[in-house]
């Protein structure tokens, strides 16, 4: 650079005149507006009520409950509350629904949402032995149906000696479906069993000669073709479409398996959970799973069995 241009670069930088007057007032506008953006989006993004958390909570008025994200009915049945229920209570429901079951509820006993429903007891003990996460059970609020499927056989009776069935991989779900077969009569438990613990090592007697295989979670319709028949939920035949024929033996499904309302262990003294017992063990609430329509609930929750 020449030294006549280091003369007018100089002359056009400002180091020591004194600044326009009116700009700090425009700058403590700039970071008045970013503070007040700040604090709706942050609202906005917790999906809490306008007025934040309620004074000694740690919830709003908006509850927040996660569920299996490819259960349409378990969407159904939170929407009911939200419409029916919650709103007497001073309250609105706004689902989650989370497909990962560990994700899920690590953020119910996080605090990020007030509570989840997609367990029966002896799953959310197995998450508790493997995970060490802080949850706690407040209660029974609806039963998953829990069927025998077939695309090649009317009925169970009609099964043929050695057929091969497909169960749930996971240990409290391959129990359950072979205290279906236990109380159909088609096989016997060892003394002593508990039948929500069974395993094929626990059976006595396979009076069917049933071969099982094993299949994840959510598998049933797409594995249907290629077995004699498939123990699963309801509910997953029912979102992939399967024709109601092909359920042939539905049991009532006992009350061990029902599943729970679920919270984070350290929200159990919560004001807002007191609220949230209140919504899911109001009397109507038995009652309309007992009696609904809606093609999305029923056939696939059903209310608490008494055993």
Do not use: C
């Not at 506008?29 to 604090?39: S, Y």
């Not at 240990?171 to 039948?195: H, M, S, Y």
């Amino acid at each position: 650079m020449s030294t006549t241009q280091s003369r007018h670069a100089a002359a056009e930088i400002d180091l020591g005149r004194p600044r326009k007057p009116w700009l700090l007032p425009v700058l403590v506008l700039v970071v008045v507006a970013v503070l007040v953006v700040g604090v709706v989006v942050a609202k906005a993004a917790s999906g809490g009520s306008g007025s934040g958390t309620i004074s000694g909570s740690h919830f709003g008025k908006t509850f927040a409950i996660s569920y299996q994200a490819s259960s349409a009915s378990e969407h159904a049945f939170l929407e009911y509350l939200d419409k029916q229920i919650a709103p007497q209570y001073g309250v609105t429901i706004k689902p989650v629904g989370i497909e990962d079951g560990n994700q899920l509820d690590q953020a119910t006993a996080d605090g990020h949402y007030i509570a989840n429903i997609y367990q029966h007891k002896h799953w959310l003990a197995q998450v508790l032995d493997s995970t060490g996460m802080k949850l706690t059970a407040l209660g029974p609020v609806f039963q998953w149906s829990y069927s025998v499927y077939s695309q090649k056989y009317p009925s169970l009776d009609a099964l043929p000696k050695g057929a091969t069935i497909a169960l749930l991989n996971d240990p409290a779900n391959t129990a359950q479906a072979l205290w279906i077969l236990e109380r159909a009569g088609k096989l016997t438990f060892k003394d002593g069993v508990n039948p929500w613990e069974a395993t094929e090592k626990d059976i006595a007697q396979n009076i069917g000669g049933y071969k099982f295989t094993y299949m994840e979670y959510g598998a049933g319709p797409r594995t249907l073709p290629s077995v004699d028949a498939v123990i699963d939920y309801n509910m997953s035949f029912v979102d992939a479409g399967t024709p109601e024929k092909d359920r042939i033996y539905a049991p009532p499904a006992p009350r061990e398996f029902a599943g729970q309302l679920v919270v984070g262990t350290k929200y159990l003294d919560d004001p807002q959970v007191a609220v949230l017992k209140k919504i899911f063990f109001d009397p109507r609430v038995q009652k309309y799973l007992a009696t609904n329509d809606d093609p999305n609930l029923k056939g696939q929750l059903a209310p608490v069995s008494s055993s």
